[in-house]
């Protein structure tokens, strides 16, 4: 606590001798004019808000809150860091869903992006003469971005299953959905950027101007600079969604199945959507009776195919068709019908929806009102994402899902689907396996009871330990590496040119300390 209260205090300081200075205007220099330093909070309710995350599994206390109104305020901030001769860490946090503290300034700064939302700087959302993107704040809601554009009959083409969570949070890690064997993650959908770097300044960056804080900044994991503004493509919104489920007892059928749907994906015979998750023998006996999909008879059909097959697994294939409206209604079933005719599900096992593009989008926001009241979302989430090499997906799943979990308890979600690598830039940030079609599967548990923690740590470490013994050439998404050398693995070849960009873009290393990459200031 002594070194916690000095550290405060000369942080404390350091923010008065400033506010001082900055009644002194620099001449071309605007932003040193601005008071930024009474949108510093430093009572303990702003600081304890900001010392956790999602995850709740780690905890570190900021010496302030910034509550920015405008990009300048961030710029303001960022200079006046670099201006100290030991700088704080700045660490900009949109809704703080990230897993192990990437979002947490230990004794430096978190930026509140939310924040922005209540100014009025002018491109929280808006939309281009031609309709073909929309600006929009770093700091605004997914969920807030597909109502806007709707109202335009346009929206994004790629979607998180989750829509709480803000641009700027997910453009830095990638950006992931079912949409994503189509158009690719999120950060491949963006056209331009305005980002202010750890010098404090703001530059606007896209594939051909300033392309190299573009590539950086994409998947940048914060490192950077603050993304203040993202453009980002758009589509014209369907209506309704079939949306479909289909399940396997055969982990070769179910993978082959996938990659023939994410083959598909210019000719319009598909689904629009593909993911798919995993059900552990446990979850299907003990685990809850139904879901915002399946009813508890469903449910049992699935349980009944994994005791008649013996399987200690099942899976299956999530898929979405998109339609218009209800004149389209039987085309679209046609279609869904001549599709589902080329795929190798267990017979009878097929479930469909017909519901709004809303609805289908939001599922999850759904899903966390329930838990919410189940009073199990505010729990420590030890999530694993990991993308896998399509050649290894069947030793993965042997190794993992008929080995270290075959008896896990039933506690979360297991996602798996596939993707295709040639829809990434292999100029971002971003690591990705190298081959063509890669799994993102993520262990997405949640620690309900006492115990179950430490338990779902060791069984991800297990995991992790496994694809390292076995080369499965495993990589991190929503990364989390303890030593310098797990990041330097991480990033591969790309290694070089993230130290090199950091050292250009941030080189006294305030930007998100919680990720831990570089060695913080300070
Ligand atoms: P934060 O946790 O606040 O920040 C994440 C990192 O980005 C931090 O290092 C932070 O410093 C930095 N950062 C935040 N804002 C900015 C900014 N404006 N500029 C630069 N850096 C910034 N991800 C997927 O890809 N696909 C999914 O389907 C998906 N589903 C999810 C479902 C749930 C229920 C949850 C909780 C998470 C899910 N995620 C998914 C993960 C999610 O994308 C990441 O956790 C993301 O970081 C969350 O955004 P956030 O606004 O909470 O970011």
Same mark, same amino acid.
């Given at each position: 606590?002594?070194?916690?209260?000095?550290?405060?205090?000369?942080?404390?300081?350091?923010?008065?001798?400033?506010?001082?200075?900055?009644?002194?205007?620099?001449?071309?220099?605007?932003?040193?004019?601005?008071?930024?330093?009474?949108?510093?909070?430093?009572?303990?309710?702003?600081?304890?808000?900001?010392?956790?995350?999602?995850?709740?599994?780690?905890?570190?206390?900021?010496?302030?809150?910034?509550?920015?109104?405008?990009?300048?305020?961030?710029?303001?901030?960022?200079?006046?860091?670099?201006?100290?001769?030991?700088?704080?860490?700045?660490?900009?946090?949109?809704?703080?869903?990230?897993?192990?503290?990437?979002?947490?300034?230990?004794?430096?700064?978190?930026?509140?992006?939310?924040?922005?939302?209540?100014?009025?700087?002018?491109?929280?959302?808006?939309?281009?003469?031609?309709?073909?993107?929309?600006?929009?704040?770093?700091?605004?809601?997914?969920?807030?971005?597909?109502?806007?554009?709707?109202?335009?009959?346009?929206?994004?083409?790629?979607?998180?299953?989750?829509?709480?969570?803000?641009?700027?949070?997910?453009?830095?890690?990638?950006?992931?959905?079912?949409?994503?064997?189509?158009?690719?993650?999120?950060?491949?959908?963006?056209?331009?950027?305005?980002?202010?770097?750890?010098?404090?300044?703001?530059?606007?960056?896209?594939?051909?101007?300033?392309?190299?804080?573009?590539?950086?900044?994409?998947?940048?994991?914060?490192?950077?600079?603050?993304?203040?503004?993202?453009?980002?493509?758009?589509?014209?919104?369907?209506?309704?969604?079939?949306?479909?489920?289909?399940?396997?007892?055969?982990?070769?059928?179910?993978?082959?199945?996938?990659?023939?749907?994410?083959?598909?994906?210019?000719?319009?015979?598909?689904?629009?959507?593909?993911?798919?998750?995993?059900?552990?023998?446990?979850? =299907?006996?003990?685990? $809850?009776?139904?879901?915002?999909? !399946?009813? *508890?008879?469903?449910?049992?059909? %699935?349980?009944?195919? @994994?005791?008649?097959?013996?399987?200690?697994?099942?899976?299956?294939?999530?898929?979405?068709?998109?339609?218009?409206?209800?004149?389209?209604?039987?085309?679209?079933?046609?279609?869904?019908?001549?599709?589902?005719?080329?795929?190798?599900?267990?017979?009878?096992?097929?479930?469909?929806?017909?519901?709004?593009?809303?609805?289908?989008?939001?599922?999850?926001?759904?899903?966390?009102?329930?838990?919410?009241?189940?009073?199990?979302?505010?729990?420590?989430?030890?999530?694993?994402? =990991?993308?896998?090499? $399509?050649?290894?997906?069947?030793? !993965?799943? *042997?190794?993992?899902?008929?080995? %270290?979990?075959?008896? @896990?308890?039933?506690?979360?979600?297991?996602?798996?689907?596939?993707?295709?690598?040639?829809?990434?830039?292999?100029?971002?940030?971003?690591?990705?396996?190298?081959?063509?079609?890669?799994?993102?599967?993520?262990?997405?548990?949640?620690?309900?009871?006492?115990?179950?923690?430490?338990?779902?740590?060791?069984?991800?470490?297990?995991?992790?330990?496994?694809?390292?013994?076995?080369?499965?050439?495993?990589?991190?998404?929503?990364?989390?590496?303890?030593?310098?050398?797990?990041?330097?693995?991480?990033?591969?070849?790309?290694?070089?040119?993230?130290? *090199?960009?950091?050292?250009?873009?941030?080189?006294?290393?305030?930007?998100?300390?919680?990720?831990?990459?570089?060695?913080?200031?300070?």
């Amino acid at each position: 606590c002594l070194a916690t209260c000095l550290m405060a205090t000369s942080f404390l300081s350091t923010i008065n001798h400033f506010h001082m200075a900055a009644t002194v205007a620099l001449p071309g220099d605007d932003v040193f004019t601005l008071d930024i330093v009474s949108k510093i909070h430093t009572d303990h309710g702003s600081t304890a808000k900001a010392s956790s995350d999602f995850g709740h599994i780690v905890e570190a206390i900021p010496n302030g809150v910034f509550h920015p109104t405008s990009p300048a305020d961030i710029t303001a901030l960022i200079r006046l860091s670099i201006s100290q001769s030991k700088p704080f860490t700045v660490a900009p946090r949109g809704q703080g869903h990230s897993a192990r503290g990437q979002a947490l300034a230990p004794g430096g700064i978190v930026i509140d992006m939310r924040s922005m939302g209540h100014g009025d700087y002018g491109n929280h959302v808006s939309m281009s003469p031609n309709e073909l993107w929309v600006d929009v704040g770093g700091e605004q809601l997914w969920i807030d971005v597909l109502h806007a554009t709707l109202k335009h009959g346009l929206a994004p083409r790629i979607w998180t299953d989750y829509l709480r969570i803000t641009v700027g949070g997910t453009l830095s890690n990638a950006g992931i959905g079912g949409q994503a064997f189509r158009h690719g993650p999120q950060i491949s959908n963006v056209h331009e950027l305005d980002v202010v770097t750890g010098m404090g300044e703001m530059v606007t960056c896209s594939p051909d101007k300033n392309q190299d804080l573009f590539f950086a900044a994409l998947g940048g994991l914060g490192q950077f600079g603050v993304i203040t503004r993202a453009r980002i493509a758009l589509e014209p919104a369907p209506k309704r969604v079939l949306w479909v489920r289909i399940a396997y007892s055969d982990v070769e059928l179910f993978t082959s199945d996938q990659e023939l749907l994410i083959s598909k994906r210019s000719s319009g015979s598909g689904f629009d959507y593909i993911e798919g998750q995993v059900q552990m023998n446990r979850t =299907l006996t003990e685990g $809850r009776r139904s879901s915002s999909f !399946f009813s *508890a008879s469903e449910l049992d059909q %699935i349980a009944e195919l @994994a005791l008649q097959t013996g399987s200690s697994a099942i899976y299956y294939i999530e898929g979405a068709m998109y339609y218009n409206d209800d004149t389209a209604t039987f085309s679209v079933n046609q279609k869904l019908e001549r599709l589902l005719e080329e795929l190798s599900f267990a017979p009878g096992l097929a479930f469909v929806r017909d519901v709004s593009y809303v609805d289908f989008l939001d599922r999850v926001g759904r899903e966390e009102q329930k838990l919410r009241s189940a009073g199990v979302w505010d729990v420590p989430h030890p999530w694993l994402n =990991l993308f896998v090499p $399509r050649s290894r997906i069947l030793d !993965f799943d *042997a190794g993992v899902f008929k080995g %270290i979990l075959k008896d @896990a308890k039933p506690v979360g979600l297991i996602l798996m689907y596939p993707m295709n690598k040639d829809r990434w830039d292999d100029r971002m940030t971003a690591a990705t396996p190298d081959e063509d079609v890669f799994y993102a599967v993520g262990l997405l548990r949640s620690a309900v009871a006492a115990g179950d923690l430490e338990r779902l740590e060791r069984e991800n470490a297990a995991v992790l330990e496994f694809c390292d013994r076995e080369g499965i050439g495993c990589k991190q998404y929503l990364p989390h590496h303890a030593s310098p050398d797990g990041w330097r693995r991480h990033f591969a070849e790309k290694w070089g040119s993230v130290a *090199a960009l950091k050292r250009k873009y941030d080189p006294r290393a305030i930007l998100s300390p919680g990720q831990g990459i570089f060695p913080a200031a300070g």
